[in-house]
């Protein structure tokens, strides 16, 4: 008697069920399709990448078991993942193919381990001048626009990736200076930037680096004597994108190095995207020459979103990986998880793996569970305008008042408690303080926080402000 796919998999699943939780088996194999069998290759379908990937991880052992059993050692398992294709073929692990449903799909022997997605620099060298050598670009496709959702905490550092990926080097946005708080996506969206001049000018070198890992190759350069050869390795790069340039404060050789290299860049007309946890008038410790041509093109600052936003983050990511959820508990999550999108995707998959852990449904219950292990386990963050308020009701004066432009010296010295504070409390750039607090501008925020600290050191009455107002804060 011939076997059929749909035989095939009957058999494996009565092996998998025998030896798995029922509510894991359940969860994950009660979904799945056979579709067909072709030699030693099972194909199977599942709902979606996020449940492809747990089955790798987690069941890959017994999947490999139980299809040596009906198939032979040479067996093979194929996923087909369900999922209309929004995104176009940028999925990690898959590949698009002409079909009614526009599925993609993914070809994976399961004793095979998945493939490191961003593999080490080999070499940092190259002859210079030699440009048929083939430089890996470190990008990860799994970042994209199309999932970094725009809102308006992010969308003058989208509207500006996106110009800059239509035509690297030929806007005023060179460099392109993303910066703000972690978690925020700032490597996301330059991921997205040189994903996309990759695939409207695949002729171009585009190469993604941290500071950190720049810093650690220009040293190993200077020990083995080819510093010139690192120089020349960069200066080929079309569109470099260097992450967490802040890294390089107080590295002088380092930044010396990378001086020369962006000036070749810019003047050949290469494009330069960078990476910051600050604007560039806020970072120390890196050389004025430098720092003057970050300046040169745009610096654009990425914001904690919105609640709107973090909804449409949310579902973005439960539609991805093919989750169903509640309306009720979206916006719950959405409402309590502030601080960054890293948090509210993990806070996501988090409720999902608990879900499935302890065979519960995902609840408003479940969901108060998981964030409120995330809002004990996160750092609150203030924002500026609750700082604005508790700094004026402790003075007795509403928030215009603080504001404004007159100089009375007790109202004088609220603004520049609040600007202090928000420095202290939020990561939000000296600018942005400025803005937020009467329209003032960086260097004033600056001479705000000097003047806190050197009352605070010589007047007790002064101390006592600030002690009092951080008690309020910290609460």
């Not at 998945?114 to 470190?138: D, T, W």
């Not at 107080?250 to 962006?262: A, E, L, M, N, S």
């Not at 449904?361 to 809002?375: N, Y």
């Amino acid at each position: 008697m011939s076997k059929t796919a749909q035989t095939v998999w009957n058999n494996c699943l009565e092996f998998i069920k025998d030896n798995i939780q029922p509510q894991a088996y359940k969860t994950w194999f009660e979904p799945i399709i056979a579709v067909k069998l072709t030699d030693n290759a099972l194909s199977i379908q599942v709902p979606s990448k996020f449940f492809y990937e747990w089955l790798e991880e987690h069941y890959v052992k017994i999947l490999k078991v139980s299809l040596t059993k009906e198939l032979g050692e040479k067996a093979k398992l194929v996923y087909i993942i369900k999922m209309e294709n929004t995104y176009g073929n940028k999925q990690p692990f898959t590949e698009k193919i002409p079909s009614s449903n526009r599925s993609a799909v993914k070809s994976q022997e399961v004793d095979i381990p998945l493939k490191n997605k961003n593999p080490e620099l080999r070499n940092p060298f190259v002859i210079p001048g030699i440009r048929n050598v083939k430089i890996e670009s470190q990008l990860n496709p799994n970042y994209s626009f199309e999932n970094f959702l725009e809102g308006d905490s992010n969308r003058l550092a989208r509207s500006a990736g996106l110009a800059v990926a239509a035509k690297p080097g030929g806007t005023s946005f060179n460099p392109l200076l993303i910066f703000g708080g972690v978690g925020l996506g700032k490597t996301h969206l330059v991921h997205a930037i040189g994903v996309d001049i990759k695939d409207k000018y695949p002729e171009k070198t585009v190469l993604y680096i941290s500071a950190e890992k720049f810093t650690q190759q220009y040293i190993d350069s200077v020990k083995k004597n080819n510093r010139n050869d690192f120089i020349h390795f960069y200066q080929i790069i079309d569109v470099l994108i260097i992450d967490d340039v802040q890294f390089l404060s107080g590295k002088t050789g380092t930044q010396d190095v990378f001086f020369h290299i962006f000036n070749h860049l810019h003047q050949n007309g290469k494009q330069v995207i960078l990476t910051s946890d600050k604007a560039p008038v806020d970072m120390q410790d890196i050389e004025q020459r430098l720092l003057s041509r970050f300046k040169w093109g745009l610096s654009a600052e990425l914001q904690t979103p919105d609640f709107e936003t973090r909804v449409s983050i949310v579902k973005n990511k439960l539609y991805r990986d093919g989750v169903d959820m509640p309306e009720e508990i979206i916006n719950y999550v959405a409402k309590n998880i502030k601080s960054n999108v890293r948090e509210l995707e993990g806070a996501i998959i988090s409720l999902i793996a608990q879900s499935s852990f302890n065979k519960k449904e995902v609840t408003i219950d479940l969901a108060r569970i998981v964030v409120e292990k995330f809002v004990k386990n996160t750092k609150r963050e203030v924002s500026i305008d609750y700082i604005q308020k508790v700094v004026s009701d402790y003075f007795q004066m509403d928030v215009n008042t603080l504001q404004s432009k007159t100089r009375k010296r007790h109202i004088v010295q609220a603004r520049q408690l609040a600007m202090f504070f928000a420095k202290k409390f939020t990561k939000a750039s000296l600018a942005s303080i400025g803005s937020q607090i009467g329209k003032r501008d960086h260097a004033t925020v600056l001479h705000a926080c000097k003047t806190v600290d050197n009352l605070t050191s010589t007047d007790k009455q002064f101390k006592k402000y600030v002690d009092d107002i951080t008690k309020k804060l910290s609460v």
